[in-house]
């Protein structure tokens, strides 16, 4: 019984050793094929051309490929203006319905050239409302000047002088009804006492989209007063080669801010009064040279 027992199990081990011969010859078989086919995939991908893009894929792609991580970020102007504000227990000047007309103006042009006589706790609102463009401040008080370019260097001001005192205006309005005064003439070269001609050079060279008039000082008689700086500003409305210009007065409540903004901007060309500050809009009188100083 033994011998017998032996040999079968002799048999059972060669069948075993058999089976797995076959198991192992049909797994290597089975790999190379995979592999085979593995290759051949991406030898016919590699002959196949990808599939074209659409337009929009392409700007999408281009896009975000030109975008830098800076996209995303507001102005340092904007976030300055933000905190600034945020912080500050100061008021501004004006109102937020007087702000408001303005703002509405630089929504619609800007950036533009926004010309400001005055440079107060409001001026960073200005030059952030205005980014992109140019916003020009004319300030009478050095110190003043100094102090604000200390904290804001990103504001562009610069100092002027005025020779004309508020107890002058009654004299002043004498004279702005001369011809010298109603000629259509750039106000640098003007022969009118009304005219500022000490300004920056800045201020002449460029033409200007709004102009507001909130300085110098007018709430005293010995003050310089808004009267040069009311005309001067019409008149560079005026002599404009083209187009239209965004004028604002604040401080009408005031007898000169009154007659001087409704004398030489026009009460025809008024716009619109919130508060104390009234919106003109003053057309270039080069385009048409008959135009009248005032519309009738």
């Known amino acids: 019984m033994r011998p017998k027992t032996s040999q079968a199990l002799n048999f059972k081990v060669l069948l075993l050793g058999v089976f797995f011969a076959f198991l192992l010859l049909f797994v290597l078989r089975s790999s190379l094929s995979s592999s085979s086919k593995e290759n051949t995939l991406s030898r016919s991908?590699?002959?196949?051309?990808?599939?074209?893009?659409?337009?929009?894929?392409?700007?999408?792609?281009?896009?975000?490929?030109?975008?830098?991580?800076?996209?995303?970020?507001?102005?340092?102007?904007?976030?300055?203006?933000?905190?600034?504000y945020a912080t500050s227990s100061i008021t501004p000047q004006q109102t937020w319905k007087e702000i408001s007309v303005t703002a509405k103006i630089?929504?619609?042009?800007?950036?533009?050239?926004?010309?400001?006589?005055?440079?107060?706790?409001?001026?960073l609102m200005w030059s952030s409302l205005n980014y992109g463009g140019r916003t020009v401040f004319l300030e009478e008080d050095e110190a003043w000047i100094e102090q604000i370019r200390r904290r804001f260097p990103i504001l562009e001001s610069y100092h002027v002088t005025y020779d004309s005192k508020v107890n002058q205006a009654d004299n002043l309005m004498d004279v702005g009804r001369g011809p010298e005064c109603t000629a259509i003439v750039d106000p640098k070269y003007s022969m009118c006492q009304l005219a500022l001609k000490g300004l920056p050079s800045v201020v002449h060279e460029m033409k200007w989209d709004l102009i507001m008039v909130d300085a110098p000082t007018g709430y005293h008689e010995?003050?310089?007063?808004?009267?040069?700086?009311?005309?001067?500003?019409?008149?560079?409305?005026?002599?404009?080669?083209?187009?239209?210009?965004?004028?604002f007065v604040h401080d009408v409540n005031?007898?000169?801010?009154?007659?001087?903004?409704m004398a030489f901007l026009c009460e025809g060309y008024m716009k619109k009064q919130e508060g104390r500050l009234r919106h003109f809009r003053i057309p270039s009188h080069k385009e048409s040279l008959e135009r009248p100083f005032c519309p009738e």
Do not use: W
């Open 254 to 261: 005031r007898a000169v801010e009154d007659k001087f903004s």
């Open 45 to 84: 991908t590699l002959r196949t051309p990808a599939p074209a893009r659409t337009s929009s894929a392409v700007k999408q792609s281009k896009s975000t490929a030109d975008c830098s991580p800076l996209c995303d970020k507001i102005s340092r102007t904007l976030a300055q203006a933000l905190i600034h």
């Open 222 to 247: 010995d003050a310089p007063g808004r009267m040069n700086a009311i005309y001067t500003a019409g008149m560079m409305a005026r002599n404009k080669d083209k187009g239209e210009t965004d004028v």
């Open 106 to 123: 630089l929504e619609k042009k800007s950036p533009c050239n926004f010309l400001i006589f005055g440079l107060g706790h409001d001026s």
